[in-house]
């Protein structure tokens, strides 16, 4: 087995770019998922190490002699941090040339000539669900015979390997969480709606939802939710439950972990068995019966992709989601005491600026307890980009979809909305929906019943009001 070292590359100052994340850029609060697409190859070869610099404030020169004393390299890389991550990866080989190279994640798996091509410091991509790939590479084995594999030969030459065959057992993947105990900072990942510190990781992959911007299920991890056996993830999270006795709740990354009703509702009565607090992922169509399982099996919250308000917009994106029945699932969780962290895109296909306020005002009836507004981001790769090449939607040159310091731009423009409005509009949707008497007074009354809530508040309300101060679209 090779010396493997899995990198998360530094990056931009409180850049969320984990190989769990699914917008990588700056957060308008410190925001850092876990980088569990990198843990779990790294769960499968021995004696490796994963290195997550940017939740762990890293710079390259505190992982260069680390890192170069290793036999091979697999850096996690996403559109946005590519440009990075190769002159990660360029910094590396000089410092020891024989050092195997290779990059992973949705950036690759669609691009793989384009990333190769990018630097002759990169030696191999593993495509699309890559985990026993780089396993195979790690083990020595003959480059030319893995599957899911695009490598550089002895001349120079790029060769694309067979496609590898999507993983049906998941339960053939090892525990994620026991490469967090050993090489992570639980307490450095903070995401403002889970409690301090949490846990995230996966029971399956892929989502049946066909979301034109998803970036995940149209490049890695397909539209066929394939799911890890119930009882193998409660055998993880009762051993994370021992191993990290200070976190406070674990959330389900799955990109929908409600898309299978009768999963979800048996998963959750093994989970009530061990009281533990969760969360997870959900769509907006969840019945009451079954939300109301979920609760009192010890589910918290629920992060719900409402995206906009406007129902033309929702069929332009293919969510499959009618507003009307999102606003009964607010108020059903509502009433069940679910919290709710509703997330919403401005610039999707057909934005003007009337639907932008339509969204707002939805998005202040429906009242989650909190929200994340981003911005149309056309990965490559995704049905959103292909209709932005064929419509010359782009709004500049900036593959990296990034502002000079690490935050989201506006990629979209249209002849009735330009890429500035729509940036601005963000601004206009956090003040609207936050600066309001009764969410204030909601967010006051928590700071005044828990000390802890309180300090946590004011750091996060501080970061928020610098985060707007400093958001401006650059000149182009």
């Avoid at 782009?394 to 990296?400: W, Y």
């Avoid at 935050?407 to 929906?433: C, G, K, M, N, W």
Wanted: charged share 25%; hydrophobic share 40%.
């Amino acid at each position: 087995m090779m010396k493997t070292l899995f990198l998360q590359a530094p990056s931009f100052d409180g850049f969320d770019g984990g190989a769990g994340a699914r917008y990588q850029a700056r957060r308008e609060i410190q925001s850092f998922w876990y980088p569990t697409w990198l843990a779990q190859p790294a769960a499968l070869v021995e004696g490796s190490k994963l290195i997550d610099a940017p939740p762990h404030r890293l710079k390259f020169q505190d992982i260069a002699g680390d890192a170069a004393k290793h036999e091979l390299v697999v850096l996690h890389t996403s559109t946005p941090s590519f440009a990075s991550d190769v002159k990660t990866a360029e910094a590396l080989k000089a410092l020891n040339p024989a050092l195997k190279i290779g990059m992973i994640g949705a950036k690759v798996a669609v691009e793989p000539d384009a990333t190769l091509a990018a630097s002759g410091a990169i030696d191999f991509v593993a495509r699309n669900e890559f985990d026993f790939t780089i396993k195979d590479v790690a083990e020595g084995r003959d480059l030319a015979r893995i599957a899911g594999l695009s490598w550089r030969n002895a001349d120079g030459a790029i060769v694309h390997n067979e496609d590898r065959a999507v993983l049906e057992n998941m339960d053939a993947l090892p525990f994620v969480t026991p490469v967090y105990k050993r090489d992570l900072v639980v307490e450095n990942y903070f995401i403002g709606y889970l409690k301090h510190p949490y846990i995230s990781f996966y029971s399956g992959r892929g989502c049946k939802s066909r979301c034109t911007f998803c970036l995940w299920p149209q490049t890695i991890g397909g539209h066929r939710y394939r799911t890890r056996s119930v009882g193998h993830v409660i055998e993880e999270l009762a051993w994370a439950q021992k191993a990290f006795p200070q976190v406070k709740e674990f959330f389900f990354d799955d990109d929908t972990l409600t898309d299978n009703i009768p999963r979800v509702e048996a998963l959750a009565r093994e989970i009530g068995k061990l009281g533990i607090v969760w969360s997870c992922n959900a769509k907006a169509n969840v019945p009451r019966a079954t939300l109301k399982i979920l609760k009192d099996n010890g589910l918290r919250l629920l992060l719900v992709g409402y995206e906009s308000g406007n129902q033309q917009i929702l069929h332009n994106i293919k969510k499959g989601m009618l507003v009307d029945v999102a606003k009964r699932f607010a108020k059903d969780c509502r009433e069940l005491g679910i919290v709710t962290h509703g997330t919403f895109i401005l610039g999707l296909p057909g934005e003007t600026k009337e639907t932008i306020e339509e969204t707002i005002r939805f998005a202040i009836e429906i009242n989650p307890h909190t929200l994340q507004v981003s911005l149309a981001a056309p990965y490559p790769g995704t049905f959103l980009y292909k209709q932005a090449q064929e419509n010359n939607w782009f709004a500049h040159e900036n593959a990296d979809m990034l502002s000079d310091r690490g935050v989201q731009l506006a990629s979209l423009s249209y002849p009735h909305l330009s890429h500035t409005e729509i940036f601005q509009s963000v601004d206009a949707f956090y003040r609207r929906f936050y600066f309001r008497a009764p969410k204030i007074a909601a967010i006051a009354g928590e700071m005044v019943r828990s000390p802890d809530i309180l300090k946590r508040r004011l750091r996060e309300g501080m970061e928020f009001f610098r985060f707007l101060r400093e958001r401006r679209e650059p000149a182009l």
